[in-house]
Structure formats: C-alpha cells, structure tokens
C-alpha cells in the first residue's frame, strides 16, 4: 500500500516556531493497512531541500570533505567538529546549480560534470529535507580559492583531501559520523574506485 491523499486526513495544522525553519504539529488520521483511521500527532521540521557531493580524483584516489563544526552534534556528546561531504539547501536553485555552487564556496573546487546518483530522506521521522546526492570529478588546476564557506553565515569550514582508503578507514574509528558522507563514501567505493 503506497501512502498518498486517500490515506491521510489533515485535521490540524499548528506552526511552533519560524525563527530559523519551520516547526509545525500536525494533528491527522492515518488510514491503517486494515483500513481503520487512526489519530496521530506529529511535528514536523522543515529546512527545504538539500543537495550533497562527493568530489574525486580517480588518478590520486582522493577524495574532498569539509570538516566544520555542528552544533546539534555538540549537544549530543560529540566535539561538533564533524567530517562532511560538501552540501547545502537549494534555496530556489535546482539540487545540479546548488551542489556547483556549494562545493566552490566550501572546497574552493570549480565543478563541471555532476552527476546525481540517488535521492534520499535522511531522518524521516521528524524532518521534510530530502536530500539529492552527486558525485564529480575534481582536479587541481581548477581549484580557484581556499574554499571555506561563507564567513557571514557562520561558516569556518576546514578542507581535507583523503584517500578513499583512509577514508574508509575513519568510518570503521569512527571519525567520519555524518550519513550523508558515509553515504557518498560508500557510494565511492562499491561504484568509482576500481579495486
């Protein structure tokens, strides 16, 4: 059974907060596989959509990441400085125009060829962000600035080139924690570098 409109009753729709994102409860029926209506409460944040990418070298075996800090991971007992794919919300710009532009500001890397290689909800339960994944290649000569971010948003991003081995290898201590990274990086390995 595929959930759509015939499966789910809206009876109420409050806004918690709009200071950042959007935070709403939503009280509503959801028809159950037997057929009953069940009421259900749910909140609900909403960021918009984002874009991820992972940038590579074939030749050198490399990959770019970002490390910067992220205060929600703080809060929850990690130092916050965490090891990330490149990404960002689209904010109007179609998931290929914002990745290119997002991976410049942070890496410092000019992109050409993306290439989409899935979609995915990262955290369903609470949040709307559906997130559209890429890889690209990337070579020196068209590395254009340090990268780094945008200062005015708070941004004080940190570039790192690894190799996919050593990579993988900070998933397995536990260095790398973020999914969509981990996503990327998988991706990598089983699709991109040949053994």
Same mark, same amino acid.
């Given at each position: 059974?595929?959930?759509?409109?015939?499966?789910?009753?809206?009876?109420?729709?409050?806004?918690?907060?709009?200071?950042? @994102?959007?935070?709403?409860?939503? %009280?509503?029926?959801? %028809? *159950?596989?037997?057929?009953?209506?069940?009421?259900?409460?749910?909140?609900? @944040?909403?960021?918009?959509? $984002?874009?991820?990418?992972? !940038?590579?070298?074939?030749?050198?075996?490399?990959?770019?990441?970002? *490390?910067?800090?992220? @205060?929600?991971?703080?809060?929850?007992? =990690?130092? $916050?400085?965490?090891?990330?794919?490149?990404?960002?919300?689209?904010?109007?710009?179609?998931?290929?125009?914002?990745? *290119?532009? &997002?991976?410049?500001?942070?890496?410092?890397? %000019?992109?050409?060829?993306?290439?989409?290689?899935?979609? #995915?909800?990262?955290?369903?339960?609470?949040?709307? &962000?559906?997130?559209?994944?890429?890889?690209?290649? @990337?070579?020196?000569? =068209?590395?254009?600035?340090?990268? $780094?971010?945008?200062? #005015?948003?708070?941004?004080?991003?940190?570039?790192?080139?690894?190799?996919?081995?050593? #990579?993988?290898?900070?998933?397995?201590?536990?260095?790398?924690?973020?999914?969509?990274?981990?996503?990327?990086?998988?991706?990598? !390995?089983? =699709? !991109?570098?040949?053994?």
């Amino acid at each position: 059974m595929t959930a759509g409109a015939e499966m789910v009753r809206i009876k109420e729709v409050q806004t918690l907060s709009d200071s950042w @994102y959007v935070l709403k409860k939503t %009280r509503f029926e959801l %028809r *159950r596989r037997n057929g009953t209506w069940q009421e259900l409460t749910r909140e609900t @944040y909403d960021r918009g959509n $984002g874009s991820t990418i992972l !940038l590579y070298n074939l030749a050198r075996r490399t990959v770019i990441l970002t *490390r910067q800090f992220r @205060y929600p991971a703080f809060v929850n007992g =990690h130092s $916050g400085m965490l090891i990330e794919a490149p990404a960002g919300l689209l904010d109007e710009a179609s998931p290929a125009d914002r990745i *290119r532009a &997002e991976a410049e500001e942070e890496t410092g890397f %000019r992109i050409f060829d993306v290439k989409q290689i899935f979609e #995915a909800f990262m955290s369903p339960g609470s949040v709307t &962000e559906r997130l559209y994944f890429f890889v690209a290649a @990337y070579d020196s000569e =068209h590395r254009l600035s340090a990268g $780094g971010g945008n200062e #005015a948003e708070g941004e004080d991003i940190e570039v790192l080139e690894m190799t996919i081995d050593d #990579a993988m290898d900070a998933i397995a201590r536990g260095e790398i924690q973020d999914g969509k990274t981990i996503m990327l990086l998988q991706y990598a !390995l089983l =699709h !991109l570098f040949p053994a």
